[in-house]
């Protein structure tokens, strides 16, 4: 019997591309065209790192299509690391999904939820009590928000719609996702159609860092907003018919984000010049105040919300389906390999990893830790893009329902610009690079503990 049997395919195509919109339009659409325009300098060349970092992403999910669809296995790159390079590298890939990456991702995303809802309930912001510890960031004292105690209880309660079913779960996704796109359209449509913009601001400039490092610094925060197109890879266990509905919805949705983006900045762009998007921290919220006003910000605030509590969802149904998959190949707590006897979920690993992102919240710690692990997660992505060239050759009998359009050409263009970000990352950043590598190594000491155990 498969190792996933008990987990039922339950998710259609469209609850599938759902998950890619809905988990990679988080809160990046709304805030990093400042970053973008300040690194490069002008509209055009924004717009032209947005195609760019689009169409890496889209070579990625159509690498990941052949992938999804040869390996329809719960856990996504998991699987595909373990198949291609073997138990350990896998192993550090779900180790670090589980205790920074995702879970700093959960962490981030609904501290983001709580802020915008901070617009409206300025309470949220004040300080509750403080714990006299050096357990803060910097290593001050640890002080706890209202609003932090609720971004805790958002990651709690859809941690209980998805332990109650897949399918509810996906209900849930597809509901928030048609909301979150239709009110970003209506900011579209209202940012283009306003009579305080001018096809002039897109010729406009602002002082910026420029050339290829700037380039570069810009693609970051693109992919960074374009980050989780990969996430449906994780539920492939739990899709109908992976062997057609992966790709496409893989495709389907990482086009949909595209579209999305590059018209938002074109909005965003035609009623504020380059200068003053290079100085707005919620650059859709000042191109909505300056159409609407004070409404018309507080519409982008719900938006954002909304964008968020999909995402939020997305990340957390899907992340869960890692530590299960390592618990499964007996490489993490057996605990969290269970699978419910009524809900066919994943029960005590989504409640693991939501229970964790929690924490995180509460200690203020997850961007740091993020930022830390930005480096060493890319360069197991590139590995994991790279699977499909060592399976072709390790497994050519593999039943490859799908294979990658372009191939060699477009996985090879993924992983020479994942090369190419990891060495400006690590020429910039070293002390973080270094650090991010150091939490992936934590995990050698357990995978040792574990396949040792394995091995008995």
Excluded: C
Excluded at 104 to 133: D, H, K, M
Excluded at 135 to 154: C, D, K
Excluded at 338 to 344: D, G, M, Q, T, Y
Excluded at 388 to 413: D, E, M, S, W
């Amino acid at each position: 019997m498969a190792k996933t049997s008990a987990l039922r395919r339950e998710l259609g195509v469209w609850t599938a591309t759902a998950l890619v919109i809905g988990t990679v339009i988080g809160s990046g659409i709304f805030l990093v065209p400042k970053t973008m325009v300040n690194a490069v300098g002008t509209p055009q060349m924004v717009f032209l790192v947005w195609i760019f970092g689009g169409l890496l992403s889209l070579a990625g999910a159509l690498t990941y299509a052949e992938l999804a669809a040869a390996l329809p296995e719960a856990g996504g790159e998991y699987v595909y690391l373990r198949e291609a390079y073997g138990p350990l590298w896998a192993f550090l890939y779900g180790w670090t999904q589980m205790w920074v990456a995702k879970s700093g991702s959960i962490a981030t995303l609904a501290t983001g939820f709580f802020y915008y809802l901070a617009n409206f309930y300025p309470q949220l912001e004040r300080t509750l009590f403080v714990i006299p510890l050096p357990v803060g960031p910097g290593g001050g004292p640890l002080e706890i928000r209202q609003g932090q105690l609720l971004a805790m209880a958002v990651i709690l309660l859809l941690a209980a719609v998805n332990y109650f079913g897949v399918r509810l779960g996906g209900r849930v996704q597809v509901g928030a996702t048609i909301v979150k796109v239709a009110l970003i359209a209506g900011v579209i449509v209202i940012g283009l159609g306003s009579s305080q913009g001018a096809a002039g601001n897109y010729s406009t400039s602002t002082a910026a860092m420029g050339g290829v490092s700037g380039f570069f610094a810009a693609l970051v925060a693109a992919l960074w907003a374009y980050d989780g197109w990969n996430n449906v890879a994780m539920v492939s266990s739990e899709i109908k018919e992976p062997q057609k509905n992966l790709p496409r919805s893989l495709v389907l949705g990482t086009l949909a984000v595209i579209v999305v983006y590059l018209f938002a900045n074109m909005a965003y762009f035609f009623v504020l010049p380059a200068a003053q998007v290079g100085g707005s921290d919620r650059v859709a919220a000042e191109m909505m105040h300056r159409v609407l006003g004070p409404a018309g910000a507080g519409a982008v605030s719900i938006a954002a919300m909304i964008s968020i509590f999909a995402a939020l969802n997305g990340s957390i149904l899907t992340g869960a389906r890692v530590p299960f998959a390592m618990a499964r190949d007996r490489l993490f707590f057996s605990a969290i390999g269970v699978v419910h006897p009524r809900w066919a979920t994943p029960s005590n690993s989504i409640l693991a990893l939501s229970l964790w992102s929690a924490l995180l919240v509460l200690s203020g710690r997850y961007e740091q830790l993020f930022t830390y692990v930005i480096f060493s997660s890319w360069i197991l992505y590139g590995m994991a893009t790279a699977s499909v060239i060592v399976l072709r050759h390790k497994r050519p009998q593999l039943a490859r329902p799908y294979r990658t359009f372009g191939y060699p050409a477009v996985p090879v263009l993924f992983v020479l610009v994942a090369v190419a970000l990891l060495v400006s990352t690590a020429g910039t950043s070293p002390r973080e690079s270094l650090m991010g590598l150091g939490i992936i190594l934590t995990g050698l000491p357990f995978y040792r503990h574990w396949r040792r155990k394995l091995l008995v």
